[in-house]
C-alpha cells in the first residue's frame, strides 16, 4: 500500500519494511472530524425529520466539510440521521480545535429538524476535552447533567424574545388574511386588525402570561399587566429569512422561531430554547415522528410511571414511548399508523391527578430594561421621537402615559432651540451642495437668534428671514427655479415655511397636521352606512396598495386609542398659553389658527367621534365668545364708564342699562365676574359684588344690597324675597301637604311668602383662610330674621380662589361645619355655599344644608342654589337620585333609579334627567334680530349640549342601562313672546333633532318659558311638554300655570292650552311618573333597530304632511287639509273575535295579546283627496320577539283576505324572528331521566319519563303521549305539550300565510316596509309580496350567530352583512333603500299614489298637473348621440346654470325603483298629464356588475363585470319582466323607450339563462291588461331578438309601437348588415357601375390588363367613401319610413311632439279600454274587434259634425276621441244598455 509505505518514508515499492525497526514520520497536524447529524440533544439525541430551510457552511483553508443536503432540503423519517460532516486541521490540537469551535459556531441549520451543533461547541470547549481527559464514562456524565443549559441567554430575556416574535408572526399573519381577503372582496372582522396579544409561554417549567402591546410599527411594548405596571420596550427589524433582529435593552439579537408540535422552539442569537404546552399528563404524545411500530402494553391495562407503553420506528431504530404517570392506558391511534410530533397516541385515566407536577406561575416583576436604542437628549430629536409616538397612536398602536406625551408634543414645540437645532441639522447635510453666500447667510440669522436666546432676550424666531433668503435666490437666478435644484432644497424650504411666522407657525402646522390626518381617515367612515362599505371604497381607492388600507384599518382597531388622543390634543389646544416673544398675543388670536381644522372636527358623528366633535364645539364656542382675558377688560371698561358717568336721573339710566346688560348675560359670566373679585380697584370690587349677587337671584326681589369692609374682608349682604306668591317654588308632597320628612331631601324650595331673607357673601384665597376668619366673618351676619313658618331662611356665600379637589372640599369642609352648625342655626343659616374658582376655570359651587345636618348636597353640586330651584329638581321624587359628573357647562345631569325596588330587579326604572338654563340676555331695542329668533338659537345650542352630555352618558359602563329619559330646558327671565309661536319652536327643535334624541333614549323634551304679552305687563309661566313616542314626530302638550278658579286651594295645577294634556289640572310638583308598560316597549323595539308597532300611524300622519307640504308647493292653490282640521288619517285597529273573524276594536296601545297588529286606514293625499283605505298589518316585535306563532298566522292571514275581498292595498310592515320555537314548559318542569348507571350519569341513560302523579296531571291536558315501563315510570314518547304553537304547527301557518301572500301579490297592491330585522317566513312574506322597501333591517333565512356555529367559526359580523340594503337592494328583492322608518312610509306612501284606490277604481290623476301638458306641451331634453343619463330622458335635470331641461313625464314625478339591481335596465313609475303610468328604458353607459365575496368561502373574491348598455343581460332582462308583472298588476298603462342592441348571447349568460329571461319578458307582455306603447327615441334603435321580445304582435289588443324621426329599428346594425349583404366585391361593382374613372380604365384595358394596376388603385382609394355609402345604405332600410310603411309600427311620432301625443294617446287608449270593460260587462260573448267596431261607430255618431285638428278623420284624432268618450257618459250609458237589452234578448 503506496499511503503506508508513504508514511514509512520509503519510495521503493520493492523494499520491504521492518515494522519492528522501521519508524512512522511524524504527524505534520491535527484533525477533528465532527458529524453532524438530526438528533435532538435534549431528549436523548432521539432522531429528528422534516424539512430544512436555511443550511450555511463556508470552508475555510483549515475546514472543510460536506452535506447531503441543500437548503431547501430536508429528512424523511425513514433516512439515516447524519447528513453532514466537518474536519478540522491545525498544526497542533490545541489549534485544530479552535478551528472546529469557530466553525461550528458559523453553522447556521435552521428548519423543522433538530442538530447538536449547540452542544458539539459546548462540548468541545468543557476543559475536559481541551485537555483531551475524555472517555465515555465522562461522556454519559456530561449527557446526563444537561449542562448545555448553563450557556443559554437570560431566561426573561429568552421569554420576552419569545413574546414579542409571537405576537409579530401572528400580526403578520392577520394581517395578510385581512390584505387577501380585502382583495377578494371581503371585509373581515375586527378582531384580524388588535395590535396587542396576550401570550402564554412555559419555559424551564415556569409559566408566563404576558401581554405585548404593538407601540407603532416596529416597535414593541411588553408588560406583565395590562395597566402597564411593569414595561419593556422593544425595537424590531424583519430579516428577508424570516427572523427578526430585536433590539432589547440597548442591544441586538438575532431570533427565529417555529412551531413543534405541542412545543415551540426559538433560536436567539443561535442559541435553541424550547417552550413547552402546559403539561396534561393525561395525554400521551408522540416525542418523534416516524411510524407506530406497536403497542407494548393491552389496551386498557393499569400502567406505571416509567412503561414502556409503545414503539416508534424513525430513521431504522426503533424508540420508546415512555408513561411519565401511572393509570390506565386507552388508546387512540392503530398500530402502523403514521405519527408526528405532539400527534396523541393514547389517553391515561390517572391513579394520581392531585400529585401531578404543573408549571409555576410568574409572579415577579419584568426588569428594568434599558430602552431599545439610546436617547438623543438634542431638542429635535427628542421632538421627533414624540411626534412618531403621536402619529403611532393615530395609526391605532398602543402608547401608554398618553398624557405625557401631548404634554411633551406641546413642550418641545415651545422649546427655543428647537428650530436652531432643525435648521442646523439641515444645513450639515446640504451645505456643500447650497450656494456659500445662501448657507453663510442662514448660519448669520441663526447665530444672531442663539446669541439673543443665549443672553435671555426673548426674540422670536427669524424664520420669515430665512424664506425672504430662499425666495431671494430663487428670483435671482434661473438655474435656482429648475426642478432638481428645487427638490434638493426642498427639506430647507418645508422648514422654512413652516417657521416663517416663528415657532407660532411651526406649532400650528405640526397640530393642524395631526387632527387633519385625523378628520381625513374618520370622514371615509362617515359616507357609509356599514364599516364593510367603507372598506369596500378604501379598497377601490387603494387597490394598488392594499397596505394603505390595512393602515387605516389598523388605525381604527376596537382597542385604538386615536380618539382619546384627539381630545386630549384639543384639551391642551384649548388651555394653551400662547407663545409670543415680541409682542403680546391672545387665546383668540391663537386659535384662530385652527378654526377651519376645528370645524371640521365638530362636523363628525359616530360612536368614537361624539366627545371629539363636541370639544371642538367648546373650543370654537370661546374661540367665539372670545377669551377670558378679553371679557374681563370689556366688563372693567363698562365699570369705569358707570363710575365716570355724573349723579343724574340720565345718567343713572345708563348706568342701570349697562349694568342689566352684564347681569343678564349668560351664565358663562360668571367666570368673568368671579375673577374681578379681587381686583386691584376696590370700587370695581364692590360693584362685582353687586353685580353678582343681583345676576344670580334675579327671580327675587332683593333689597338693600350693599357692600362694606370689615377686618381686612369685603362683604356684600341683602335682602331678598319672593317676587310674587304664584311664583314662589312648591314644597313637593309626597305623602301629605304637611309633611316635612316626606319632602325631596336635596330640595331647594319652600314657601315663605313675602319673608324677607338674609344673605352674606365674602370673597377669601384659601380654605385655610374660611377657617381662619369664619368667626370674625360670622359676627358680621346680622339677619333680621332667623326663619319662617318653622324653617330657617338666610344663606351664606363664600368665595376661594384656591384649587381644591371638590371631594376632599366637600369632605374637610362637612368635618370643619361640624363644630360651627349650633352657631349656624342661631342665625339662621339655611345653607352655606362655597364658591371655588381656580385660575383660567369656570367656578364651581358645593352647597351645605341646615336639612343635611350641614352636609353637601350632592345633587346641587355646580349649581347656584338660587338658581336650583328654577331647575325642578323636586320633580324626581319617584326616584333615587345621583348626580352624573357631566363636563358641559350648563348642562346638569342626573341618573335616577326607581325607588322601592331593588338595584337587582330587571324592571327598575332607571333614567337621565337632564337639566339646562338657558338665559337669552336681553334684548336692547336696536337688536336687528327678533326675540324669538335668540330663542329658538339659544334653545338649539342648549339642547344639542345636552344631548351629547346623554350620548356620553348612555354608553358610561359605570351605570345600568336607561330608558325614557328626559330633557328640562328653562328660560329664567321674562320674555316677551308670543305664546302661539312656542308650539312651532318646539316643533322645529323636534324636526332638527327629533332622531338625535331618540337614539339617546329621550322619549320627553320639557321647555319652561316666562311670557311677557305686549297687552299685559304681568307674565306667567308657560310650559310645552314635547313627546317624542317614535322619534319622527312630537306630540306637544301646552301649559300654563295657575291655580284652577272652581278651587278654593291655593295649590298651583297646570292647565293645558288647546287639546287636554297628560298633566292637565295636575298640581305643578307633580313627580315624573316611573316608565309606562308602553314605553318600556318603544324602547325594547328601539333597541331591535325598529319603531314600536303602535307607533306607526303616527309615522303615517308624519309622511302624509310631508307629501302634502310638497304637492302644495308646486300646486299652492290645491286646498290645505292640515288648515280645514279633516285628519289626514284615521285608523281603526282590528283583531279576531272568538269566532275567528276580523273585527274593528279600540284598545290601548300595548294591550293586544297577539304579535300581530292589523289596522284598516283611511289616509287623505292628494291624488286621492276625498280618502282612500289601506290595510296595514304588522309584527309587533315585543311580543315573543315578533315570532309567527298559529295566532298570528290567523291575524295575518284574515287581514290579507280582507285586504283581498275589497280589492285594498295591502302594507306590511315587518320586523320579526321567524317562526316560533316552543317547548312545553309542563313537560319540562315534571320529566326525568332514565339513567343507565344511577350512580354515575355519565355512563348514559335510557328513556324519558314522568311519574305516575305527574303522568295523569299531563294526560288531563293532552301534553305527552306516554308508556308505563315500570311501577311508577311512564317513558314519554311524544310530547304535545298544552299550549299551542310549540312546533310544525308554526311551519304549518307560515306556509298558509306564504301562500295567501302569493295570491295577494296576483289580486291587489302588495308592499312590504322591511323595519328591522326578518327572519325565515318574514323573509318569505317579503318576496312573495315582491314590492319592498327596505330600512336597515335585514332580510335572512338564518342569523349570522347560527351560521357562524355551523361553519364553526366566526364568519359573518352581524346580520346586515347577510342580508342588508347592500345585499337586498343589489339583488333586486329589495326595491327602494332608506334610512329610516319615515322615509320607508313616506316611500310607500308616494308608490300608492300611482295605484287605484282599490281593483276596480280608475287610476288617480292628478287633475291639476294636466295643465302641465298645455304649459309645457314640448320636451326641453335633446337626446345626443353622446351616452348621457337615461333618466334625463325620463325627468328632466337642472343644467349646470340652474335652468331646468324638462323631460317627457312631469316634472318630479318620476320614481325609479330597482335601481340597485340590473343597472343596464331603469324602470319606474312616472306620470304624464297627472296620469301615472309603468316606464321602462336602457341604460345606454356601461356599468359594473358587482358580485360580493362570501366570507364563509376564503376563495371567493368579489367579482367586478363590465356591462354594456343598450344590451339585455340575464339580470337585467329578468329585472324588466318583474317591472312589467308589477305594473300589470298595478292596472298601470306602459311605455318603453326602446333603445336596445339585443341580447347579449355570451356563453356565461347563456349559461345565466338569458333566453328564460328575455322569454319572461314576452310572457309579461302578452298578459298586459293596460295600454303598452313601445317607443322608439331619438337616435334610439332597437335590433334583433330586443325588437322580437316588444313587438306589438305579442298582444295586438293592448300594445303600439311608435318611433322617432331619428329612430332605427332592424335585425341587425347597418355595419353588420353590410358585412353580410354588401361585402366588398358587391361594393367593388358599385364602384364599377357609378365611378366614371373606372369605367374609362376598364375601356382602356379592354381585358388585356394593361390597366389592371391603375384600377385597382382606384379601387383602394374609393373603398372607404363607397363603404359608408354602403352603409348608409344599409341604414336607410332601417328607417321609420320603412317601419311604418311595413306595418311594424304604428306611426313616426317627433320627439318634440312626443309628450303631447302620448298623453293623448294614453287618455283615448284608458278611456276605450275603460268602454270597452262596461260593453263587454253588458254582453261578454262580444270579440274584440267588435267591440271596436261599437266604439268607433257610437264616437262617430256623437262627434258627427266635428271637424278634428290638421283634417284628420275624426276617429284618427286621440284627442278628440278621448274627450268624446269623457264628455258623453250618459249618452253612452244608454248604448251599454241597449248592447244590454240585446243579449239578455238573445239569451231568450
Not at 281 to 295: A, D, E, F, H, N
Not at 1506 to 1521: E, H, I, L, N
Not at 1522 to 1542: K, M, S, V, Y
Amino acid at each position: 500500500m503506496p499511503e503506508i509505505r508513504r508514511w514509512y518514508g520509503i519510495v521503493n515499492e520493492a523494499e520491504k519494511i521492518d515494522f519492528e525497526v522501521a519508524k512512522p514520520q511524524p504527524p505534520q497536524g491535527h484533525v477533528i472530524a465532527v458529524r453532524i447529524t438530526a438528533e435532538n440533544p435534549a431528549q436523548g439525541f432521539k432522531p429528528t425529520s422534516g424539512q430544512i430551510q436555511e443550511l450555511t457552511f463556508r470552508s475555510t483553508p483549515n475546514v472543510w466539510g460536506y452535506f447531503s443536503v441543500g437548503s431547501s432540503g430536508g429528512l424523511h423519517e425513514y433516512a439515516d440521521s447524519q447528513f453532514g460532516h466537518l474536519f478540522s486541521w491545525g498544526p497542533n490540537r490545541e489549534d485544530s480545535l479552535k478551528c472546529m469551535v469557530m466553525a461550528l459556531k458559523e453553522v447556521s441549520i435552521r428548519g423543522e429538524i433538530h442538530t447538536p451543533v449547540e452542544y458539539l461547541i459546548h462540548l468541545l470547549e468543557t476543559p475536559q476535552f481541551q485537555q483531551n481527559n475524555v472517555h465515555t464514562e465522562w461522556l454519559d456524565e456530561l449527557i446526563k447533567s444537561d449542562s448545555l443549559h448553563e450557556n443559554k441567554p437570560n431566561e426573561l430575556l429568552v421569554v420576552l424574545s419569545a413574546a414579542i416574535f409571537k405576537s409579530f408572526k401572528l400580526y403578520l399573519a392577520r394581517s395578510t388574511q385581512f390584505i387577501a381577503s380585502l382583495a377578494k372582496g371581503r371585509v373581515v372582522s375586527f378582531d384580524f386588525l388588535r395590535t396587542y396579544d396576550t401570550i402564554d409561554l412555559i419555559y424551564l417549567n415556569v409559566r408566563y402570561s404576558l401581554h405585548v402591546f404593538r407601540t407603532g410599527q416596529n416597535g414593541f411594548s411588553v408588560s406583565s399587566s395590562k395597566k402597564f405596571i411593569d414595561r419593556v420596550d422593544a425595537e424590531i427589524r424583519p430579516l428577508t429569512d424570516g427572523g427578526l433582529l430585536l433590539m432589547l435593552d440597548g442591544k441586538s439579537h438575532v431570533c427565529y422561531g417555529n412551531e413543534e408540535g405541542s412545543n415551540y422552539r426559538l433560536i436567539l442569537d443561535g442559541k435553541t430554547c424550547m417552550f413547552s404546552d402546559e403539561y396534561d399528563p393525561s395525554i400521551l404524545r408522540s416525542t418523534t415522528p416516524g411510524k407506530l411500530v406497536r403497542y407494548l402494553v393491552p389496551d386498557q391495562s393499569e400502567i406505571h410511571v416509567g412503561t414502556c407503553y409503545a414503539e416508534v420506528e424513525v430513521m431504522k431504530m426503533y424508540l420508546p414511548l415512555i408513561s411519565q404517570e401511572a393509570g390506565i392506558i386507552s388508546f387512540v391511534i392503530p398500530e402502523g399508523s403514521k405519527v408526528e410530533v405532539g400527534m396523541i397516541v393514547a389517553t391515561i385515566l390517572l391513579s394520581a391527578p392531585t400529585e401531578v407536577k404543573r408549571a409555576v406561575e410568574f409572579s415577579g416583576r419584568l426588569p428594568d430594561y434599558k430602552p431599545p436604542r439610546p436617547h438623543e437628549n438634542k431638542p429635535h430629536h427628542l421632538f421627533r421621537s414624540n411626534i412618531s409616538a403621536l402619529q403611532s397612536v393615530l395609526a391605532g398602536y398602543q402608547r401608554p402615559s398618553m398624557n405625557e406625551i401631548v404634554e411633551d408634543f406641546f413642550r418641545f414645540l415651545c422649546d427655543e432651540r428647537l428650530p436652531l437645532f432643525e435648521f442646523r441639522e439641515v444645513l450639515a447635510a446640504l451645505s456643500n451642495r447650497l450656494p456659500g453666500n445662501l448657507v453663510e447667510d442662514i448660519s448669520k440669522i441663526l447665530e444672531g437668534y442663539e446669541n439673543s436666546m443665549n443672553k435671555g432676550n426673548p426674540v422670536e424666531f427669524p424664520g420669515g428671514q430665512i424664506k425672504k433668503k430662499l425666495d431671494d435666490l430663487h428670483a435671482s437666478d434661473p438655474q435656482y427655479r429648475n426642478k432638481t435644484f428645487e427638490t434638493l432644497i426642498t427639506p430647507i424650504t418645508n422648514l422654512a415655511n413652516r417657521y416663517e411666522r416663528g415657532r407660532l407657525g411651526n406649532l400650528t402646522h405640526q397640530i393642524t397636521s395631526l387632527l387633519k390626518e385625523f378628520f381625513q381617515t374618520e370622514s371615509i367612515f362617515l359616507k357609509h352606512k356599514s364599516r364593510e362599505q367603507a372598506f369596500l371604497e378604501i379598497r377601490e381607492t387603494f387597490k394598488n396598495n392594499l397596505q394603505e388600507a390595512l393602515n387605516i384599518a389598523v388605525s381604527r382597531n376596537a382597542d385604538s386609542k386615536r380618539h382619546i388622543l384627539v381630545v386630549q390634543l384639543l384639551d391642551s389646544l384649548s388651555n394653551f398659553k400662547p407663545i409670543r416673544c415680541n409682542s403680546l398675543m391672545n387665546q383668540n388670536e391663537f386659535l384662530d389658527n385652527f378654526v377651519s381644522i376645528l370645524q371640521e372636527l365638530s362636523t363628525l358623528s359616530g360612536k368614537g367621534n361624539i366627545e371629539i366633535s363636541l370639544k371642538a364645539r367648546q373650543v370654537l364656542i370661546r374661540y367665539q365668545i372670545g377669551s377670558l382675558t378679553d371679557r374681563q377688560k370689556d366688563v372693567v371698561a363698562v365699570f369705569q364708564e358707570i363710575f365716570e358717568l355724573p349723579d343724574d336721573a340720565k345718567s343713572q339710566k345708563i348706568k342701570h342699562d349697562k349694568l342689566e346688560k352684564i347681569r343678564s348675560e349668560s351664565s358663562q359670566m360668571f367666570d368673568v365676574l368671579s375673577s374681578l373679585f379681587f381686583h386691584d380697584d376696590e370700587r370695581i370690587q364692590k360693584l362685582t359684588f353687586e353685580v353678582y349677587v343681583q345676576s344670580v337671584y334675579r327671580a327675587y326681589s332683593i333689597t338693600q344690597l350693599r357692600t362694606f369692609r370689615k377686618d381686612d374682608l369685603l362683604f356684600c349682604e341683602w335682602l331678598f324675597a319672593n317676587n310674587d306668591p304664584s311664583n314662589a317654588p312648591v314644597q313637593l308632597q309626597a305623602v301629605s301637604p304637611h309633611s316635612r320628612q316626606n319632602r325631596l331631601a336635596h330640595s331647594d324650595s319652600f314657601n315663605t311668602g313675602f319673608a324677607l331673607r338674609y344673605g352674606l357673601f365674602t370673597c377669601l384665597r384659601s380654605l385655610t383662610d374660611i377657617y381662619n376668619n369664619f368667626d370674625k366673618i360670622l359676627e358680621h351676619y346680622k339677619p333680621a330674621l332667623t326663619s319662617s313658618e318653622g324653617e330657617l331662611i338666610n344663606v351664606l356665600k363664600l368665595y376661594i380662589t384656591e384649587n381644591v379637589p371638590e371631594q376632599k372640599l366637600s369632605d374637610t369642609f362637612t368635618q370643619f361645619l361640624k363644630q360651627k352648625k349650633n352657631r349656624l342655626r342661631e342665625v339662621g343659616i339655611r345653607r352655606v355655599t362655597i364658591i371655588m374658582r381656580a385660575e383660567g376655570e369656570f367656578p364651581r359651587f358645593l352647597t351645605f344644608r341646615e336639612r343635611q345636618d350641614y352636609h353637601e348636597d350632592m345633587i346641587y353640586r355646580n349649581i347656584e342654589p338660587p338658581l336650583g330651584h328654577h331647575m325642578e329638581l323636586s320633580r324626581l321624587a319617584n326616584y333615587d337620585i345621583q348626580r352624573y359628573p357631566c363636563d358641559h357647562k350648563g348642562v346638569h345631569l342626573y341618573y335616577g333609579q326607581e325607588k322601592g325596588k331593588l338595584d337587582s330587579d330587571p324592571n327598575r326604572d332607571r333614567r337621565f334627567f337632564a337639566r339646562v338654563e338657558i338665559r337669552l340676555g336681553r334684548f336692547p331695542d336696536s337688536l336687528a334680530v327678533k326675540p324669538h329668533e335668540l330663542v329658538i338659537n339659544e334653545a338649539e345650542r342648549v339642547l344639542l349640549e345636552a344631548i351629547k352630555a346623554l350620548e356620553i352618558a348612555v354608553r358610561d359602563g359605570n351605570y345600568k342601562e336607561t330608558i325614557n329619559n328626559h330633557i328640562f330646558l328653562v328660560v329664567t327671565q321674562e320674555v316677551a313672546y308670543d305664546a302661539i309661536g312656542l308650539d312651532p319652536l318646539v316643533r322645529q327643535l323636534g324636526s332638527l333633532y327629533g332622531q338625535s334624541l331618540w337614539k339617546v333614549c329621550v322619549s320627553q323634551l320639557e321647555v319652561v318659558v316666562r311670557l311677557k304679552q305686549p297687552d299685559n305687563p304681568a307674565s306667567f309661566p308657560m310650559r310645552l311638554v314635547a313627546i317624542n313616542p317614535s322619534g319622527y314626530s312630537f306630540n306637544i302638550f301646552v301649559y300654563i300655570e295657575t291655580k284652577l278658579p272652581i278651587s278654593s286651594s291655593e295649590e298651583m295645577v297646570f292647565v293645558s292650552v288647546g287639546k287636554p294634556g297628560p298633566l292637565h289640572t295636575k298640581p305643578t310638583n307633580t313627580p315624573y311618573p316611573v316608565t309606562s308598560l308602553l314605553q318600556r316597549k318603544r324602547f325594547f323595539a328601539q333597541k331591535n333597530d325598529t319603531t314600536y308597532v303602535y307607533d306607526f300611524p303616527e309615522i303615517f300622519i308624519e309622511a302624509l304632511k310631508s307629501i302634502w307640504s310638497s304637492y302644495r308647493k308646486s300646486n299652492p292653490d290645491t286646498p290645505n287639509p292640515l288648515s280645514s282640521g279633516a285628519p289626514l288619517l284615521l285608523a281603526y285597529e282590528m283583531v279576531l273575535n272568538n269566532n275567528g273573524e276580523l273585527v274593528e276594536t279600540i284598545q290601548e296601545p300595548g294591550k293586544n295579546r297577539v304579535g300581530m297588529i292589523v289596522w284598516r286606514m283611511k289616509i287623505l293625499t292628494p291624488e286621492s283627496p276625498e280618502g282612500r283605505e289601506i290595510v296595514v298589518v304588522a309584527n309587533d316585535i315585543t311580543h315573543q320577539i315578533g315570532s309567527f306563532g298559529p295566532e298570528e298566522d290567523d291575524v295575518f292571514l284574515k287581514a290579507s283576505e280582507f285586504a283581498r275581498e275589497r280589492g285594498l292595498p295591502r302594507i306590511y310592515l315587518a320586523c320579526n324572528s321567524g317562526a316560533r320555537i316552543g317547548l312545553a314548559q309542563e313537560v319540562k318542569n315534571v320529566f326525568r331521566i332514565a339513567w343507565n348507571d344511577p350512580q354515575d350519569p355519565t355512563k348514559g341513560f335510557k328513556y324519558l319519563y314522568v311519574t305516575e302523579k305527574d303522568y295523569r296531571a299531563l294526560e288531563a291536558k293532552g301534553s305527552v303521549n306516554a308508556t308505563k315501563v315500570g311501577e311508577d315510570q311512564w317513558m314519554i314518547n311524544d310530547i304535545i305539550g298544552e299550549e299551542d304553537g310549540l312546533g310544525v304547527e308554526n311551519l304549518r301557518g307560515s306556509g298558509m300565510i306564504a301562500g295567501e301572500t302569493s295570491r295577494a301579490y296576483d289580486e291587489i297592491f302588495t308592499i312590504t316596509l322591511v323595519t328591522g330585522r326578518t327572519v325565515g317566513i318574514g323573509a318569505y312574506l317579503v318576496r312573495l309580496g315582491q314590492r319592498t322597501v327596505q330600512n336597515q333591517g335585514p332580510v335572512i333565512l338564518t342569523g349570522a350567530p347560527a351560521l357562524n356555529k355551523v361553519l364553526g367559526k366566526e364568519v359573518y359580523s352581524s346580520n346586515v352583512q347577510l342580508g342588508g340594503p347592500q345585499i337586498m337592494y343589489a339583488n333586486g328583492v329589495s326595491h327602494l333603500d332608506v334610512n329610516d322608518e319615515l322615509k320607508g312610509i313616506h316611500a310607500i306612501l308616494t308608490w300608492l299614489a300611482y295605484v287605484p284606490k282599490h281593483n276596480t277604481a280608475p287610476l288617480p290623476i292628478l287633475r291639476t298637473a294636466q295643465d302641465l301638458i298645455t304649459t309645457r306641451p314640448h320636451i326641453d331634453f335633446q337626446p345626443t348621440r353622446v351616452a348621457s343619463d337615461p333618466r334625463h330622458l325620463i325627468a328632466g335635470y337642472t343644467d349646470p346654470s340652474g335652468n331646468w331641461v324638462g323631460g317627457f313625464f312631469d316634472r318630479d314625478s318620476w320614481t325609479e325603483t330597482l335601481a340597485g339591481w340590473a343597472k343596464t335596465a331603469i324602470v319606474g313609475r312616472a306620470r304624464l298629464g297627472g296620469i301615472p303610468i309603468g316606464v321602462i328604458t336602457c341604460e345606454t353607459r356601461t356599468v359594473e356588475l358587482i358580485t360580493p365575496a362570501d366570507p364563509a368561502n376564503p376563495d371567493s373574491t368579489q367579482n367586478v363585470v363590465q356591462q354594456s348598455g343598450q344590451v339585455w343581460f340575464p339580470d337585467s332582462a329578468y329585472k324588466t319582466a318583474q317591472a312589467i308583472q308589477d305594473f300589470d298588476r298595478e292596472r298601470l298603462p306602459l311605455i318603453i323607450f326602446a333603445n336596445w342592441r339585443g341580447f347579449s348571447g355570451g356563453m356565461r349568460d347563456m349559461y345565466d339563462e338569458i333566453l328564460k329571461f328575455g322569454s319572461y319578458i314576452v310572457d309579461a307582455l302578452r298578459k298586459y291588461t293596460s295600454p303598452v306603447f313601445v317607443y322608439i327615441p331619438p337616435l334610439g334603435e332597437l335590433r334583433g331578438g330586443a325588437w322580437v321580445v316588444l313587438d306589438p304582435t305579442i298582444n295586438p289588443d293592448m300594445m303600439e309601437m311608435f318611433a322617432a324621426t331619428e329612430a332605427r329599428g332592424g335585425v341587425l346594425e347597418p355595419s353588420g348588415t353590410v358585412e353580410i349583404k354588401f361585402r366588398d366585391r358587391d361594393i367593388v361593382k358599385t364602384m364599377h357601375r357609378l365611378d366614371p374613372v373606372l369605367g374609362r380604365l376598364r375601356e382602356m384595358d379592354g381585358g388585356s390588363g394593361v390597366a389592371a394596376d391603375k384600377i385597382k388603385e382606384r379601387e383602394e382609394r374609393l373603398m372607404n367613401m363607397y363603404s359608408q355609402a354602403a352603409t348608409l345604405f344599409a341604414d336607410l332600410h332601417d328607417t321609420p319610413g320603412r317601419m311604418k310603411a311595413k306595418g311594424a309600427i304604428s306611426d313616426i311620432v317627433p320627439w318634440k311632439d312626443a309628450r303631447r301625443f302620448f298623453f293623448d294617446r294614453l287618455r283615448r287608449r284608458l278611456a276605450e279600454i275603460d268602454l270597452r270593460r262596461q260593453i263587454l260587462k253588458a254582453d261578454e260573448s262580444l270579440s274584440h274587434q267588435e267591440t271596436s267596431s261599437l266604439i268607433k261607430g257610437w264616437v262617430e255618431e256623437i262627434g258627427r259634425g266635428k271637424t278634428a285638428e290638421n283634417g284628420k278623420e275624426l276617429w284618427m284624432d286621440d284627442a278628440e276621441v278621448a274627450q268624446i268618450i269623457e264628455g258623453s257618459k250618459e249618452k253612452l250609458e244608454e248604448k251599454i244598455t241597449a248592447v244590454t237589452r240585446s243579449a239578455d234578448c238573445r239569451k231568450l
